[in-house]
């Protein structure tokens, strides 16, 4: 308590590992629940809500799951193992759930009933991003694109590529997907692409963007991500062992998950950008999300596991103060604090509710 009060007030970096990491560890705050027999790769929330999510795996199961207290209650929409699902996306206009599986099918559960769409001559679907007109969704393959109508749930057109497409993302509001050429094209409809030559070397397993900052971060399969500013430097960080499997930029903060079992943190508005580790497992992580308030980050992992775990300072902070039942004795706060420091009650200020 003391080291995050004092850090905070003087102007220090409350996210340097030794005061973070002991936060986390105070305030108890991860929670973990193994759901899946497949890996799970990817977790999207319900529209309107922090307590409802939706999980998809590599076995083919799709479930859906209610936050209530500690407890994550789950019922299967889909288990079929002839699927392998690897990305969802749900409609916010009805709160239809889209899952593509890499068998080539689509699997959409609506409020009335399920069904199964054949993606016919698609390689290796992989991914659904929705349209800037937000009716509709793309569906990426490896060798095609498909244009799916979400108020009908029909296929309204198709495009062949001459390239191979090895990642999809988003960028200026639109789909985004790369190729194994080098380049990165962004979708505007199926025979509309702007395309560029992406500026960094190596195999792009993850990218994401920021409209405020001007960012651009690369992540590659070696673990290495690369970040360009609006000047076009680019600045190489180190901290991962193995694929990046997902990049978020929420202004100046970088989020990036890795096979190597980490979420990490990056402030890319520092002289030196350094990561600072939010969640450490023995799990690969293949996708993570926030919750509305972005106090929470949620992680799928390779075997299965859904984790939450509270990465707002002020929440883990919150928490905090409530478990100090005491003051520090003259002893301990001449030892611990400092003999030149005027002695404070951490009782008063946890009745004030001091903030960081």
């Known amino acids: 308590f003391a080291a995050c009060l004092y850090t905070s007030r003087y102007k220090g970096d409350i996210y340097n590992p030794a005061v973070y990491q002991s ?3 105070c305030s108890q705050s991860k929670s973990e629940w193994p759901r899946h027999e497949g890996a799970i790769r990817d977790l999207e929330f319900m529209p309107q809500t922090d307590n409802e999510l939706v999980t998809v795996s590599s076995y083919g199961e799709v479930l859906y799951h ?3 207290g500690n407890r994550l209650k789950t019922t299967a929409l889909l288990r079929d193992r002839h699927y392998d699902f690897r990305d969802v996306y749900i409609y916010p206009e009805n709160k239809n759930i889209y899952a593509v599986s890499r068998t080539g099918s689509l699997f959409i559960k609506t409020s009335k009933n399920s069904q199964i769409l054949p993606l016919t001559n698609m390689q290796h679907p992989f991914a659904i991003e929705p349209m800037q007109d937000k009716r509709h969704l793309l569906i990426v393959g490896e060798n095609k694109l498909a244009k799916l109508d979400m108020t009908t749930n029909t296929i309204v057109g198709s495009q062949d590529l001459d390239f ?4 999809c993302s988003r ?12 380049k990165m094209h962004t979708v505007r409809d199926l025979n509309k692409f702007s395309s560029r030559k992406v500026p960094v070397l190596g195999n792009v397993s993850a990218f994401a963007s920021s409209k405020s900052t001007g960012y651009e971060a690369y992540g590659l399969n070696d673990g ?3 970040l360009l500013d609006k000047q076009k430097n680019i600045f190489r960080l180190v901290g991962h062992r193995s694929r990046i499997s997902k990049l978020k930029l ?16 990056w402030m890319t508005n520092k002289e030196k950008i350094e990561p600072m580790p939010l969640v450490n497992t023995n799990n690969w992580i293949l996708h993570f999300t926030f919750d509305s ?10 075997r299965g596991t859904i984790s939450e775990a509270l990465i707002s300072t002020q929440a883990m902070f919150d928490k905090l103060q409530k478990k100090v ?9 001449n030892y611990y604090i400092g003999r030149n420091v005027p002695y404070e009650s951490f009782l008063l200020l946890v009745r004030k509710g001091v903030r960081l």
């Open 23 to 25: 936060l986390s560890l």
């Open 66 to 68: 209610v936050r209530d």
């Open 164 to 167: 191979m497409v090895t990642l």
């Open 171 to 182: 960028y200026d509001y639109a789909p985004a997907i790369f190729d194994n050429k080098g």
């Open 224 to 226: 290495t991500i690369f």
């Open 250 to 265: 929420n202004g100046s903060q970088l989020y990036s998950s890795s096979f190597d079992g980490t979420v990490n943190l």
């Open 293 to 302: 308030s972005k106090n929470y980050l949620w992680t799928a992992g390779q």
């Open 325 to 333: 039942n005491r003051n520090l004795s003259q002893e301990e706060w």
